[in-house]
C-alpha cells in the first residue's frame, strides 16, 4: 500500500490570491503522480500526470511540480476564481496501474 | 462516446438484501476499478481489474464481489447489504498497459443508502 497525505483538508481563500496545497509521500516507490480535480456532484476529472522524471505540468492558471527525493507535489493555482472551488485529490499509481488517493483538500474560492 | 456509465445513480436497500451495481466503459480499456467514497476517507479501491479475466482486491474488498463480464463490463454485487456500506460507489477505468501512466476516467456514481 502507498500512504498518499494531503494536506491542507480545506482551504478558504478570495477570489484573485494565488494559493497552493502539497500532497506527500514517503517512497518514490509508484510509477506516477496523479491529480485530479472534483466538483460536488461530479465525478473526478484528471489534471495532470507526472512520471518521476519530475517536469513541471502546467494547464491555464494550475500548475504542478514533483518532488521525488523530499517526497511531495504542490498543486499551484495562480489567480484562483470562484469556479475553481472544488476538492483536488492527489494519486499514486504502481507498476499495475493501481491507484492509491489521498483524502484531498477542498479548496472555497469567496467572490 | 459515453464513457464511462454507472447503474444505478440512486439505490436504497434494506439490511441483508443484494443488489449489483453496474459499470460500462467505451473506450476499448483495459483496466477497471471500483471505490467507494465516504465523508473524510477520500476514494478508496474496493477491487479492479487489470484486464479482462483478472480480478483484485483492494483495499477494503470485506462483504463484495466483482465480475469482469467482459473487457467492456465490471460489476460489483454486495451479497447482504450492511448499514456500513451505505457510501458513493465509483467506477474508473483506464487504458494501461505496462510502463504506462494512463489515468483513470471515472463513472457518475451511485450513491447507495443501506437501512
Known amino acids: 500500500i502507498l500512504n498518499v497525505e494531503q494536506s491542507p483538508q480545506s482551504l478558504h481563500v478570495q477570489e484573485g490570491d494565488s494559493t497552493n496545497f502539497t500532497c506527500s509521500f514517503p517512497s518514490s516507490n509508484f510509477y506516477a503522480l496523479h491529480w485530479y480535480r472534483w466538483e460536488t456532484a461530479k465525478s473526478p476529472e484528471a489534471l495532470f500526470v507526472m512520471t518521476l522524471n519530475g517536469d513541471e505540468k502546467k494547464k491555464g492558471r494550475i500548475s504542478a511540480t514533483l518532488n521525488t527525493k523530499e517526497g511531495y507535489s504542490y498543486l499551484y493555482i495562480k489567480g484562483s476564481q470562484p469556479e475553481d472551488s472544488a476538492t483536488y485529490l492527489c494519486a499514486l499509481s504502481d507498476n499495475f496501474n493501481k491507484f492509491y488517493f489521498g483524502s484531498g483538500t477542498k479548496l472555497n474560492v469567496k467572490p | 462516446n459515453a464513457g464511462v456509465t454507472q447503474t444505478p445513480k440512486f439505490q436504497v436497500l434494506k439490511t441483508g438484501q443484494s443488489m449489483t451495481l453496474q459499470c460500462a466503459q467505451d473506450m476499448n480499456h483495459n483496466s477497471m476499478y471500483w471505490y467507494r467514497q465516504d465523508p473524510g476517507m477520500g476514494l478508496r479501491l474496493i477491487y479492479y481489474?487489470?484486464?479482462?479475466?483478472t480480478t483484485d482486491k483492494g483495499e477494503v474488498p470485506n462483504g463484495y464481489n466483482v465480475s469482469r463480464l467482459n473487457k467492456r463490463e465490471f460489476s460489483l454485487r454486495l451479497e447482504s447489504a450492511a448499514p456500513s456500506q451505505t457510501s458513493v460507489y465509483f467506477c474508473?477505468?483506464?487504458?494501461w498497459g505496462v510502463g504506462s501512466t494512463d489515468t483513470q476516467y471515472f463513472g457518475p456514481g451511485t450513491r447507495l443508502t443501506v437501512l
Open positions: 474508473a477505468s483506464s487504458r
Open positions: 481489474s487489470a484486464s479482462e479475466g
